[in-house]
């Protein structure tokens, strides 16, 4: 515990340190702390013994597997995802890896615009989990790579366990007593990374009935650096007009590389619908898809939703299995380019890693996610989902600051061919099963 308050101590020390530097020297991005940091070895192949295998089968019978590993800039990474609810005789795989692609943090008088994935040491300073925060789980020991000399690499970070989300569904049964209902589970894994005084939390949580809830929690300590912004771009949250924390946007991306079915020559499809109107009349709805095959910058519209399409798997209805995507609440920051769409499907490309400020080439290539979308033909499309929260302070967020969430869900569309949790009494339900009673 000791050695930790020091190493953080010390990582905060350094971030302001940087953060000082980098506006005496005139700069306004976050290039300068990153180009002063160590660069991390390329990942390793992934290892997928006992230890970093995580499987867990939910009270309603549905079961997920995956491979956990551990990235010295994006932190927690999950790799070879595959849900297999009751009925189905093998694991359908959804995901080769699920990451965060970057946090992009911009204050809003221009004096400061971090890259916390791959400028602040995000992975860095992975925290120590006590015990009463994975309740009935388990945590388990990660060991940080390329860790700083002094500072022991091995931290009590990653938390697995089980939690209830309340109704899975509700049904109420032909005769007067005969209710269907069903409380859902979820496998939760997460970790909580500290940059600068914030502490975020990466979630990860796989619901019984397929869909899977990405979200990123804020917390810790507001800034204490930042309370002098008393000309609109503020709010005092100490005694009348004092300490004004300044406003700020938290960017938060995923990198999302689909393999379902076990390939990843997945197809994009975007749908939109259109309301006409007709007077007295009930207005109609008509909803028209896009095939995407090509590389796109996807700006997000009530009506309109993408999803990701298995090449080969199909499911008992003979309908191609897919995933969607199920947005979260979003502020998109128009301040850079990278952060001006909801989302992006790129073709796969090995070096493109980090939605901004991207070290990961070792060959001339643009740094951020919107330049990757170049017309390229997808054959292995790359989603990118783009997040943003601009966070205006209150005084409730001190102290400790409440969690703050962002996020996003997959969900599946015609993975099984009927809701995986359906009772047996109710299997037989499947299409126009009322038709001939
Ligand atoms: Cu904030």
């Keep these: ?33 990153a180009a002063a940091q160590p660069r991390t070895a390329a990942a390793a192949a992934a290892d997928c013994s006992a230890a970093y295998r995580i499987e867990q089968k939910l009270a309603g019978g549905t079961t997920w597997r995956m491979c956990w590993r ?19 005789p093998k694991p359908i795989k959804v995901l080769d890896s699920a990451r965060l692609g970057q946090i992009h943090v911009p204050y809003d008088d221009g004096k400061a615009e971090y890259d916390d994935l791959t400028g602040q040491d995000f992975a860095k300073d992975l925290m120590n989990l006590a015990p009463g925060e994975c309740p009935g789980g388990t945590i388990k020991t990660v060991k940080v790579p390329d860790q700083y000399p002094g500072i022991d690499p091995n ?8 939690r209830a989300r309340g109704h899975a569904y509700r049904m109420q049964g032909d005769s007067a007593n005969k209710v269907y209902q069903a409380q859902g589970k979820d496998l939760l894994v997460y970790t909580v990374n500290q940059v600068g005084w914030y502490e975020y939390m990466t979630e990860y949580r796989f619901q019984d009935d397929g869909t899977i809830n990405m979200n990123v929690g804020a917390t810790g300590t507001l800034s204490p650096i930042d309370y002098d912004a008393g000309d609109g771009r503020g709010w005092p949250i100490g005694k009348g ?40 009349q009930t207005p109609t709805t008509k909803t028209v898809r896009t095939k995407v095959t090509k590389e796109l910058a996807g700006d997000a519209k009530t009506y309109r939703w993408w999803r990701m399409v298995s090449a080969t798997g199909k499911n008992k209805d003979g309908h191609a299995r897919s995933y969607e ?12 380019s990278f952060t001006k769409h909801d989302i992006y499907f790129t073709q796969y490309d090995k070096c493109e890693l980090f939605a901004s400020n991207n070290p990961k080439c070792d060959r001339a290539h643009p740094k951020d996610v919107d330049k990757w979308v170049g017309g390229q033909t997808l ?59």
């Design 155 to 162: 931290v009590k970070g990653l938390c697995t366990t089980t």
């Design 70 to 88: 551990y990235d010295g800039m994006a932190g927690l990474v999950l790799d070879d995802i595959t849900y297999q609810p009751k009925g189905e």
């Design 379 to 437: 054959t292995h499309p790359v989603a990118w989902v783009n997040v943003g929260f601009h966070h205006i302070a209150r005084d409730e967020d001190q102290q400790p600051m409440p969690v703050h969430w962002q996020g996003f869900s997959i969900a599946p569309r015609d993975v099984t061919a009927m809701n995986p949790l359906t009772p047996a009494a109710l299997a037989g339900q499947n299409g126009n099963y009322t038709g001939g009673s």
């Design 325 to 336: 995507f199920v947005p979260g609440p979003t502020t998109r920051y128009p301040g850079r």
């Design 1 to 33: 515990m000791r050695a930790n308050r020091i190493r953080h101590a010390r990582s905060r020390t350094a971030v302001l340190g940087l953060a000082v530097a980098a506006l005496a020297a005139g700069l306004t991005t976050g290039a300068g702390p």
């Design 241 to 280: 007009a004092k300490a004004q924390a300044t406003s700020h946007s938290h960017n938060v991306f995923w990198r999302l590389d689909f393999a379902l079915d076990g390939s990843t020559k997945n197809r994009v499809e975007q749908y939109d619908s259109t309301v006409t109107p007709r007077g007295n």
